[in-house]
């Protein structure tokens, strides 16, 4: 037997999208997955994005350069991995190589030699 599913108004929804997107930045496609958990005809559902993207909620723009940021310098991904990643996330082209300002070309550089190092690092343990 499954639980039955709490029903919300149009208004708690709303409210639970917009937390849903002060606590991280998000991109449509994810707001939209959330959205999918709720019974919402499209009309409700245009209404709830325009609402988010209004209320600057929803940025696309500021999603993506948080998104850079945090991939690069946190996890050290690359340039490519980070464009692959928010393609899938239905990022267009042209807004992904306009936020890329957001990673310091020395920055690259830096994490790019880093990554060598621990590489040939490891080369070097196994030839012993």
């Given at each position: 037997?499954?639980?039955?599913?709490?029903?919300?108004?149009?208004?708690?929804?709303?409210?639970?999208?917009?937390?849903?997107?002060?606590?991280?930045?998000?991109?449509?496609?994810?707001?939209?997955?959330?959205?999918?958990?709720?019974?919402l005809i499209p009309e409700a559902k245009d209404e709830i994005l325009l609402f988010l993207m209004k209320e600057n909620y929803?940025?696309?723009?500021?999603?993506?350069?948080?998104?850079?940021?945090?991939?690069?310098?946190?996890?050290?991904?690359?340039?490519?991995?980070?464009?692959?990643?928010?393609?899938?996330?239905?990022?267009?082209?042209?807004?992904?190589?306009?936020?890329?300002?957001?990673?310091?070309?020395?920055?690259?550089?830096?994490?790019?030699?880093?990554?060598?190092?621990?590489?040939?690092?490891?080369?070097?343990?196994?030839?012993?």
């Amino acid at each position: 037997m499954q639980p039955e599913k709490k029903l919300f108004t149009f208004e708690e929804i709303k409210q639970k999208l917009a937390n849903y997107c002060v606590y991280q930045d998000r991109c449509h496609a994810e707001v939209e997955q959330k959205m999918r958990e709720f019974v919402l005809i499209p009309e409700a559902k245009d209404e709830i994005l325009l609402f988010l993207m209004k209320e600057n909620y929803l940025n696309e723009e500021r999603f993506t350069r948080s998104y850079i940021r945090g991939k690069f310098y946190i996890k050290s991904w690359g340039k490519t991995k980070i464009k692959m990643n928010l393609k899938q996330k239905g990022i267009t082209e042209k807004l992904i190589s306009t936020c890329f300002d957001e990673i310091d070309e020395n920055d690259y550089l830096n994490i790019i030699n880093k990554i060598y190092e621990n590489y040939e690092g490891k080369l070097k343990g196994l030839q012993k």
